[in-house]
């Protein structure tokens, strides 16, 4: 069904309003290139190699927000979520599991912190408390559940990890602070407005 042919107003006024609407990386991508598509394709065609810029911005500034979040975010979460389950099993053999999957989501060396980096941050001193984790593993595996040595370390395994836990919580913020991470938002936010700016010159 048809209506009446907006105008570049109110196309200007509907994209602006989208800009301000908080961005979901996992929910809204399709939502927001979809709306800013619309507004493209209802604008005169020799405004096309103008808009083709703002809108490209736009489209490579969220898939590489996307990318960013796959490759450096997710493992870091989905890490957090393994050690979780470490400090809920008493099993040896499901905890070396665990933390073997958390030893290759993990980033082998590096700091997010870039000013004043702190140890509690630092993924190589991680890696290495994984490392030490997974000795104390291998060497009650053969214990008995009920011996001191058993309890003492595991114990200690649960607490190793329940402090890895806090010390992924206070890296995550750093990652999204990240440059790659930050070009990548203001490439696809300068492309929004421009878009609208674009919109609103031409309207008058």
Known sequence: M???????????NKAFDYVKIK???????????NHYVQCVLKMKIYNLPIIVICVSSIALGIFLVAQFH????SPIDMARSVLVQVQATSDPQTIQNKLVTVERL????????????????DFGLMQN????MLGTVNHITNAPSWSSNFHT?????????????????????????????????ILWLLGAIGLVQYASIKKK
Do not use: R
């Not at 048809?2 to 200007?12: I, V």
């Not at 408390?129 to 030490?132: G, H, I, N, T």
């Not at 190793?160 to 750093?174: G, H």
């Open 70 to 73: 796959t490759d450096y975010v």
């Open 129 to 132: 408390d994984l490392k030490s």
């Open 23 to 33: 961005f979901n990386m996992e929910q809204g991508c399709a939502t927001f290139l």
């Open 153 to 185: 370390g595991m114990l200690n395994v649960h607490a190793q990890a329940a402090t890895l836990v806090f010390n992924l919580l206070d890296t995550t913020p750093y990652l999204y602070a990240s440059p790659p991470f930050v070009l990548a938002n």
């Open 2 to 12: 048809q209506g009446a042919q907006p105008s570049k107003t109110e196309l200007a």
């Open 106 to 121: 993990l980033p082998v060396t590096g700091n997010p912190v870039l000013i004043s980096p702190t140890e509690d941050t």
